[in-house]
């Protein structure tokens, strides 16, 4: 029997993060995970920035999680000796002089202001990009490679011998002793970080889910300009004239398929920007493991001890999963607190009421 303090249940962005995160703390774990691709980390953009442009406000807890992720992502980088992560300023263009007036006030207010440049005048070039109504910059954006992140991780894990390249089966589960053992592993705690697999875990099944699939295209084109650039969908430059578009948001169609109606969005939302000339190279689907009040699942399971979740990060995942997932290794380790607006604890009358414990 092989002991380990952690099983960690998957490997997308959440489990990778949680491993780095156990590590750091001086832990042991494996990760059990069938290495495919059909997960939302494999379609993932990556792209992070502080505000929910809509209404324009920051972001859930932005101000911590931000710098905690870039921290923490640089810190990989050099563990792994690969790049991974980018910082840049996004441009926000704007789509009505309210917009614009409505981002000027914020400038003159902390903590907004913390993440705003100067407004980018009409004049300035951007080349083809339509903008009556000026630009606005967004500092402390950027971009984590989603897929590279997790597959030089993988490497990393299996040369530590961590990684276990197998479907999980939670029939094999065993509680006992006031520890999980599955096949030879033995280990105080599991964590199950499954994304919207989750629904099918008979541990964590009661949660409630919204999930929501996502399409991004890659394009080739010599016409956009060298920026992060947001309205409507994201174009992000990834070098040698090529740009992902992003994204789409369909809660109807959970499945990992390229649609010609994601693509024909996200080619609308392009051509409200300018009229390029530009080929598409790839298109990418995957379903984000959201949920419906928008926060994560992270915690214990309310009966089952030594029983972990860590999920339901959503389009932010690349922005909140560093700073989370070393409160789940502080809240198992050193019994510390977690946020209570990610703490399944929310949820728990709605176990004990499925299994008539309430």
Known sequence: ???????????????????????????SFVIIDNCTKTTSSFAA?????????????????ASIFIPSAISFYSSIENKLGE??????????????????????????????????????????LFNKIIRPFGVGKVEHAGRLDVTKYVNESRNYF??????L??????????QKNNSIIYKNWLAPSIIFCEGPKYTQNPFFNYLP?????????????????????????????????????????????LNYNCSESGKNELLKKLSSLGDFKYKIIDQ???????????????GEHPCL???????????????MAPFLSSQLINSILNDAEIDPEANISRYADDYLKLTNQL
């Open 1 to 27: 029997m092989r002991k380990v303090d952690f099983i960690i249940v998957g490997q997308g962005l959440a489990g990778t993060t949680l491993a780095h995160s156990i590590e750091k703390k001086g832990g």
């Open 83 to 124: 790049k991974l992560f980018s910082n840049h300023s996004l441009y926000r263009v704007f789509s009505s002089i309210e917009e614009q007036n409505n981002w000027s006030l914020k400038q003159t207010i902390s903590p907004y202001s913390n993440f705003m440049g100067e407004n980018i005048s009409k004049d300035d």
């Open 209 to 253: 889910h919204n999930p929501c699939k996502g399409e991004i295209i890659i394009i080739e084109s010599a016409e956009l300009p060298n920026k992060l650039i947001n309205k409507g969908c994201f174009i992000y430059p990834l070098g040698n004239k090529r740009f992902i578009v992003g994204s789409t948001y369909n809660h109807r169609e």
């Open 284 to 298: 990418k689907a995957g379903v984000r493991p959201t949920t419906k009040d928008r926060r994560p699942l992270i």
């Open 45 to 61: 953009a990556g792209i992070f920035h502080p505000f929910s442009f809509k209404r324009l406000l920051l972001s859930w807890k």
């Open 305 to 319: 001890n030594n029983m972990y979740i860590f999920n339901g990060l959503g389009s932010k995942g690349v922005m």
């Open 158 to 163: 299996k040369n530590k011998g961590a990684f």
């Open 165 to 174: 390249n197998s479907a999980f089966n939670y029939e094999n589960v065993i």
